[in-house]
């Protein structure tokens, strides 16, 4: 799902010109880097009784941005998750959705904040949610069984 996240990312966010790099799980130490990072939480919103489920993936958006003490360039960082985050609620309404199996949405859970500083340079995370509706398929736990038996 973080592949299909960071492609959504990339071509279907307005701001993606200002993305140069988006990683997963990982945010360098240079400036306008960006990273997805899963967040635990429990993956099952709602079990329905023939085993399906409405699914959650909980995460954070994150940047490093140059940070220093002028209100100017911490007003612009801000001002960055403040329009990414209006894009990503428009996207919402207009069902223009990561390309993931039986996704429902995608939210800002926060506002973008700092998370930490570093010599020149603040990391800040918006976190985000995706919600999705995942079939039982009993082919697939069949699978599951048959694949660790011959792992073992």
Known sequence: ???KLREYFLNHVTLAEEFKNI???FLGEDATDYTIEPVPIEPRLR????GSYLGQLTFN???REFYDDSKAQNIENLGFYEKFQKEIEYNNKNNILPDIDGIQSIE???NGTIQDIQKGTAKYVIQMRI???KDYNSNDIISLW???EHAW
């Open 1 to 3: 799902m973080i592949d």
């Open 23 to 25: 990683l997963a799980d």
């Open 47 to 50: 079990t329905y009784a023939d």
């Open 61 to 63: 958006f994150g940047s």
């Open 108 to 110: 800002c859970l926060s």
């Open 131 to 133: 919600t999705y509706y």
């Open 146 to 148: 048959k694949e660790k």
